[in-house]
Each structure stands twice: as structure tokens, then as C-alpha cells.
């Protein structure tokens, strides 16, 4: 035998020999995110190894929960024998005989005792999410390294969701992302306890979804020609005849098979078709759906695009009866109630100037474009509403006068959040500058082109809370939650979608499910740590993050400031001085001057990362 062909031999069956029997490791504490409501560690340890068995009470071992857990524990080569009662050495999921309200539909129970673990729930969802607790407990590296036993810590969990809308938004319109990605990010956000999956599935740059009335939508409306090779802002003019060769669409089997996946995760699946503006694939397909005298010679887009003028005639009849067929396709592809109907920044210059608009907004008595556009939104809803749908809108919807059942996401900053919930109606809250994750996440110099002038660290998105405290409590029940959008304009590869989203869609997460008092930034700083390793181990990729420190000051009795600097990446070590050029270790507080200059330079595995700091304390310190 060749030395080389042998020595790999040799190699290969030693690594079976070690990952047959498998390594043993003793878990140190716990990393949960998002964290759990109440979570005590107990004395003891309770030891998990291949002949651990496993009981499930009150629900079927061929329950959608119990086979999803099964196929995990199978994945990391434990294959616990299913016992007939609840015994020791023993993993035990249980639905509850009785409803425990202070549970309510999303909650669960974990112990972890010296003899078992026991995970309880009124519903599968709650035992699903108390699995992915567990998951949690497990090594980080339990994905790639085999483990025959792992001593986990005792401890008693009570968690319940703080809200009940737990979103993430993927644009797969400014660029497709196929239907494995697509599987990847739902495992993403079920492992995060993420719930509801957005899907932008229409834009000016590709309509993703099969309709098979418009066959053109998907022949004309999905392709465009390839700029990924340029920057995103400089992309090329199309040359004649250039082919189409980027884009795709989700056939309808595809989309059964996502939403079908995304139900076993406990995801329920929003399309998004967007009406009436940001629809240049539409036109291009179908020009006939555009203004009157509209003469623009709409393609799908493949660059930026702005301003958005290309427009659905608000004034043809046509119009109105391609979307009812549209949605009439969308409906029985998509279980949960909600349809986004999208509604935002739909530039109206062209219904100013169409004959047919006008008429319309005349003969309806509608007081201007805004109107117009309101009354296309109410018309879908009312199709919609017998068909059991309810829609949701960007908040630009609230200016063409809304029903009260419409859900409005507000995306330009809380106002449009707080307006809605004021009037009575459901709240997404999504504000830009703490939820869109295409925004930079760190020093833009050092980054991957992204969304210009952006930026969300990950320190800015833990910050978010969906809930405006201007609201009283009536109105506050109408906020359902938050979500995390992922445009992709700048983002045209898989790796890079992860990298925005990782890990700030940790912290989303987090804000989503904790409540406020349970929060804690430092404690999540160094879970995230934890986390970037179990993500990379399931072959996320995550961007390392911001190394721009910052500083808080509080005024001593004194005069002068006692200083307190922050960073965002566990393991970053801090130098600083505040002026005599001489630089000392970060260890802790120290004093000075309101109103002087500290400069910083962080080190991260012993390298400067990326320039010094000058950071400014307040002169007016508190
Ligand atoms: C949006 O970002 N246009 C909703
Ligand atoms: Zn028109």
C-alpha cells in the first residue's frame, strides 16, 4: 500500500476508535439564550450517556415534538430507549394533564436532578422550546464532537415568552436564497425560540413564488442580469440581449416543504407580496398593470433602485383582479392567518398624473393618493377576511386610512407602533435603527459593504424593547412582539446573510422572550461568546463583531467623573489614557476630567483591533 493511502487508513480508523466510544465532559454553567424567566442551578449532576433511556408522557412517541427530539438525541449519537414510565437515569418530556396557566401555550418547565431531566408543557410547542433549552445545556461542540457522557449541571427552569410575535424577516427578492438556506434560518430561529418567519418574497429585484396564472411573473419577473460581481451601489447598466441569469422562485412544492419544515420547528410562515408600489418584477412581466400614460420601460432591478416610482394603476380594475388571483394561490400555500400585503414606500407621482387613478380617487370621494392607496389595502383585506386571512402592513399603511384589524409593522423608527396601538390596532414592532440587521453591525472601514450610513451593533439591538412606555396598559396589549428584517441589497451569499444576522439575532431573540428585569448586557456578552462557538460548530458564520468601546460617566461629589469603559466582544482587553499619552490596562473605574478625551485601544487575542478610540466623556456626567 502507498505510505501516504496507509497512513490516512491508520488515521481513520483510529479517529472511529476514539469517536466510537465517544468523549465524556463535565458542562461548567450555563449559557441560555434568549434567558429563561427563572432558572436556578441545584446541588448535583445528573449524567447523560448511551444508556440513558427516555420517557414521554401524555403525547406520542410519533408526535411531530417527540420525533424532532428523537432525530436531535440520534444526531449526537444518543439513541435513548423509550421506557414505558418515568424512571431514573431517564429524559422525560411530559405534556401537562392539566393546563398550567402560568405556563400559557409557549412555556415550559426543565429540572435537571441527580436522576433525570424532565421537561413539562400544556403543549408541544412548550416542549419543543424546553428541548431547545437543553440543546443549550449540551456541549458547544456537540454538533461535530461525539460525547458517550455529559455531566450537566442540577437545575430548576421556569420560562415563559414576553411576547408571542417573535419574527424574522429574510428579503429573498434584492437576491434568491434556495430552499436549504431557507431550512438553515428556520432551524436558526426555532434553536432562538424565534416563531414567526417573514418572508419577503416580492420586490423591484425578483418575485420569488410560483403563479401559475401569471406564468410571465416567474419567466419574465425572476431573473435579472448578474451584477454580484459589483458593488451593490455601481452596478453596470444592462447591456441588449444580456441574459438573465440571476434569480430563481420558489415553486409551490418548495414552498409546501418550507412551510411544512418551519411547522415542525413551531414557525409559522408570513408571505410577503408587496402591493402597490416596489413592483418593477411585476411590470416588467405584466406592463399592462401599470399607470395609464406610464411609459417607463420597467425591468427587474439589479442594483439600487431609488426612488421606487414603479407602481400598480390604483385606478385599474385589472389591477385588483391579478392581486385576488395572486392571493387566491398564496392562500393555500400558507397556513397561519396573516398575509403581509407590504404598503410601503410607494412613491404615488405616477397616480398623480394617470387618468385612471384620478377618476378613482374622484368617484370614491377619497381625499387624495394616500386615500387611494387605503383603499387598495381595505379592498385586499375585505377579499381577504372570509378567505380566514388577516393582513399586515409596513406602517405607511396608517397614512391611507387603516381598518382596525389590519396588524402594522412599524419599521420607520416606534411612531407608527404607538399611532396604531393608539387606534386600536396590532403592533410588529421592527424600528430600523435597532432591528434591521443589513445595517452594519460594526466600524464600517473593517466590515463587508452593507446598507451606507447604517449602523446596529450588537450592544444597540440587545437594547431593544418592543414595548413603548408612552402606551397605557389597554393600549400595550396591542403590541404582538418584534422581529429582526434581513434586507439583502449588499448580501448575496448565504455566508453573508449569516454573518449580518449572527449574532444579533441572538440579542433580537432575547428581547423578544426576557422580560426587561431579567436582561442583563454583560451576562449576554459573555453567553455570546459561548454561542459563536456552538453556532460556528453547526457551520453558521458569524461576524466576530464590534470592537469600538464606549464609556458611561457618573460626576463625583467632587467634580470630576468616575468612568466606566465597555466593549462588546468577550476576551477583548482594553488600554487607555486620558491624555498623558501614557496607556495602563483596563481593570476598572477610574477618575477624570468632565468634558476630556479617553483614548482606547481594544486587543482581542492579542491583536489591535482596528484603531485607537477617542471617546469624549459628557461634561454634563451625572
Ligand atoms: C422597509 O424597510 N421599506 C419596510
Ligand atoms: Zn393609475
Given amino acids: 500500500m502507498h505510505k501516504k493511502v496507509y497512513f490516512v487508513c491508520l488515521l481513520t480508523v483510529l479517529s472511529f476508535a476514539v469517536s466510537s466510544c465517544g468523549k465524556k465532559v463535565i458542562v461548567e454553567g450555563y449559557s441560555i439564550i434568549p434567558e429563561p424567566v427563572e432558572m436556578t442551578l441545584e446541588k448535583g449532576t445528573f449524567a447523560m450517556t448511551t444508556k440513558t433511556t427516555c ?21 449526537w449519537h444518543f439513541n435513548p430507549v423509550l421506557v414505558g414510565k418515568p424512571e431514573s437515569d431517564c429524559l422525560q418530556f411530559i405534556l401537562n394533564e392539566e393546563y398550567d396557566m ?14 433525570y431531566v424532565k421537561v413539562s408543557a400544556n403543549t408541544e410547542r412548550g416542549l419543543f422550546y424546553g428541548f431547545q433549552t ?38 429573498v427578492s434584492r437576491h434568491f436564497f434556495g430552499v436549504s438556506q431557507i431550512k438553515k434560518h428556520l432551524d436558526l430561529m426555532a434553536s432562538y425560540k424565534m416563531n414567526k418567519f417573514h418572508w419577503h418574497l416580492t420586490d423591484d429585484h425578483g418575485w420569488r413564488i410560483e403563479i401559475t396564472k401569471y406564468p410571465l411573473l416567474n419567466d419574465i419577473g425572476s431573473w435579472r442580469v448578474n451584477r454580484d460581481n459589483q458593488p451593490w451601489g455601481e452596478a453596470d447598466p444592462a447591456r441588449p440581449d444580456e441574459p438573465r441569469s440571476n434569480g430563481g422562485y420558489y415553486t409551490k412544492e418548495e414552498i409546501e416543504e418550507v412551510v411544512a419544515y418551519a411547522a415542525e420547528r413551531n414557525i409559522d410562515v408570513i408571505p410577503e407580496i408587496e402591493v402597490p408600489g416596489h413592483c418593477c418584477a411585476v411590470l416588467e412581466a405584466y406592463p399592462s398593470l401599470a399607470c395609464a400614460n406610464d ?20 385606478g385599474n380594475d385589472s389591477v385588483m383582479a391579478f392581486l385576488k388571483d395572486v392571493l387566491d394561490e398564496i392562500i393555500p400555500l400558507f397556513p397561519y392567518e396573516y398575509i403581509h400585503i407590504g404598503g410601503d414606500e410607494a412613491v404615488k407621482d405616477n397616480w398623480k398624473r394617470c387618468p385612471r387613478c384620478q377618476q378613482r380617487i374622484k368617484q370614491l370621494g377619497l381625499k387624495d393618493e394616500e386615500g387611494l392607496q387605503g383603499w387598495m389595502i381595505v379592498e385586499l383585506e375585505k377579499y381577504l ?8 402592513g409596513w406602517d405607511e399603511i396608517l397614512d391611507g386610512g387603516v381598518s382596525q384589524s389590519a396588524t402594522v409593522m412599524s419599521w420607520q423608527g416606534v411612531k407608527g407602533g404607538i399611532e396604531a396601538a393608539r387606534r386600536g390596532n396590532d403592533v410588529i414592532m421592527t424600528p430600523l435603527d435597532y432591528c434591521y440587521l443589513n445595517f452594519y453591525q460594526a466600524n464600517a472601514d473593517y466590515q463587508p459593504p452593507a446598507m451606507p450610513n447604517s449602523l446596529v451593533t450588537l450592544h444597540k439591538a440587545y437594547s431593544f424593547d418592543p414595548m413603548p412606555a408612552a402606551l397605557t396598559p389597554a393600549q400595550q396589549v396591542h403590541i ?38 431579567k436582561k442583563n448586557w454583560e451576562h449576554f456578552r459573555q453567553k455570546i461568546a459561548r454561542h459563536k462557538v456552538r453556532l460556528e460548530a453547526n457551520d453558521y458564520t458569524v461576524c466576530p463583531g464590534s470592537f469600538k468601546p464606549w464609556l458611561t460617566s457618573e460626576k463625583q461629589p467632587d467634580g470630576m467623573c468616575k468612568v466606566t469603559l465597555h466593549w462588546e466582544v468577550e476576551g477583548t482587553n482594553l488600554y487607555y489614557h486620558t491624555g498623558d499619552g501614557s496607556f495602563r490596562r ?8 468632565p468634558g476630556s478625551t479617553v483614548t482606547v485601544l481594544a486587543f482581542y487575542r492579542g491583536l489591535l483591533k482596528e484603531q485607537a478610540y477617542h471617546l469624549q466623556i459628557d461634561p454634563k456626567s451625572r
Fill in 586 to 593: 483596563y481593570t476598572e473605574p477610574f477618575v477624570a476630567e
Fill in 134 to 171: 437543553f440543546t443549550q445545556m449540551l456541549p458547544e461542540d456537540i454538533a461535530v464532537v461525539r460525547y458517550n457522557r455529559i455531566v450537566l449541571p442540577a437545575c430548576k427552569i421556569k420560562d415563559v415568552p414576553r411576547f408571542s410575535w417573535r419574527g424574522s424577516h429574510f428579503d
Fill in 102 to 115: 402560568s405556563l400559557g401555550d409557549e412555556g415550559y418547565l426543565l429540572d435537571v436532578t441527580k436522576d
Fill in 295 to 314: 411609459d417607463t420601460t420597467y425591468t427587474v432591478q439589479f442594483g439600487p433602485y431609488w426612488p421606487p416610482r414603479a407602481i400598480l394603476c390604483g
Fill in 55 to 75: 420517557y414521554v408522557g401524555n403525547i406520542g412517541q410519533n408526535d411531530a415534538s417527540i420525533k424532532y427530539i428523537s432525530r436531535a438525541l440520534r444526531q
Fill in 385 to 392: 377576511r372570509p378567505r380566514g386571512k388577516n393582513i399586515i
Fill in 480 to 517: 404582538l412582539g418584534g422581529q429582526a428584517n434581513l434586507w439583502t441589497e449588499y448580501i448575496n451569499t448565504p455566508e453573508m446573510a449569516e454573518y449580518m444576522l449572527l449574532p444579533r439575532l441572538c440579542a433580537i431573540a432575547e428581547d423578544l422572550w426576557t422580560p426587561p428585569e
